[in-house]
C-alpha cells in the first residue's frame, strides 16, 4: 500500500511536473572530439587533490585489508570514537572527521561508479569501431583481389601483395622452444621403462 503525502507531493502536483519536465525542450547532445575528452578528463584530474594511481598489488593490499569489515560493522566502529573521549584520543581522531571521512569515501563511491560506467561505455564504442574497420578492411581486400585480376586495375597489385604478405606473417607462429635434452654420460646405460612380463 502506498501512501501519498498530500501536504509535501499531491498527485496533481507531481503529474504537473512530469508533464513540465517532459515538455522543456532538452539540449542537444554535443560529440566530443576524444582530444577534448582527453583534455577535459586531465583537468579534472587537475582540480583533485587526492587522485593516487596504486600498482595493482597495492590495490589488492588495500582491498583485502578493507574488506575484513562490513560496511555495518565500520560504522558501528566509528561511533564507538564518538561514545567516549578516551577512544577518539587513543586513535588521535576527532568523530567528526572520521564521519566526514566515512561520508567523502561513500561519495566518491558514486564518483567511480560513473567513471567505470563512462570507460565501460567508451571501450564498447570503440570496439564497435574496431569490428567495423575489420569488417571494411576484409571487404576492401576481398574487392581489391577480385579487381586486380583485370590488367586495367594493375595499380591495385602491389597494394594486395603487400596485404597477402603481411597476412602470411602475422599468420605465422613461432616454433615452441625445444627444451633441451640432458646429455648421458658416455659409458652409462640410457635410462629405459622396464617392461611388465605378464
Avoid at 593516487?52 to 582491498?63: D, E, F, G, S, Y
Avoid at 574497420?133 to 576484409?138: G, N, P, R, V, Y
Avoid at 603487400?162 to 602470411?168: A, N, P, S
Wanted: no cysteine.
Amino acid at each position: 500500500m502506498t501512501v501519498i503525502d498530500q501536504n509535501l507531493n499531491p498527485p496533481a502536483a507531481t503529474a504537473a511536473t512530469a508533464a513540465t519536465a517532459a515538455d522543456t525542450p532538452q539540449p542537444p547532445v554535443t560529440n566530443l572530439d576524444p582530444e577534448v575528452v582527453v583534455e577535459q578528463l586531465r583537468t579534472i584530474r587537475s582540480q583533485m587533490a587526492e587522485v593516487k594511481p596504486l600498482t595493482p598489488p597495492q590495490k589488492r593490499a588495500l582491498r583485502d585489508g578493507s574488506r575484513k569489515e562490513s560496511d555495518a560493522v565500520l560504522a558501528s566502529s566509528i561511533n564507538v570514537i564518538g561514545a567516549l573521549d578516551n577512544v577518539a584520543q587513543a586513535i588521535g581522531q576527532k568523530p567528526e572527521d572520521v564521519r566526514q571521512l566515512q561520508t567523502d569515501w561513500s561519495r566518491w563511491t558514486a564518483v567511480i561508479d560513473e567513471l567505470r560506467g563512462l570507460l565501460n561505455g567508451v571501450e564498447g564504442a570503440n570496439l564497435v569501431r574496431r569490428q567495423q574497420l575489420s569488417l571494411i578492411a576484409q571487404q576492401a581486400f576481398a574487392i581489391g583481389t577480385q579487381l586486380a585480376r583485370n590488367p586495367d586495375n594493375s595499380v591495385l597489385v602491389p597494394h594486395i601483395q603487400e596485404l597477402k604478405r603481411m597476412k602470411k606473417a602475422s599468420g605465422r607462429k613461432k616454433k615452441p622452444a625445444e627444451t633441451p635434452q640432458t646429455p648421458t654420460p658416455h659409458g652409462a646405460p640410457e635410462p629405459t621403462t622396464p617392461k611388465v612380463v605378464q
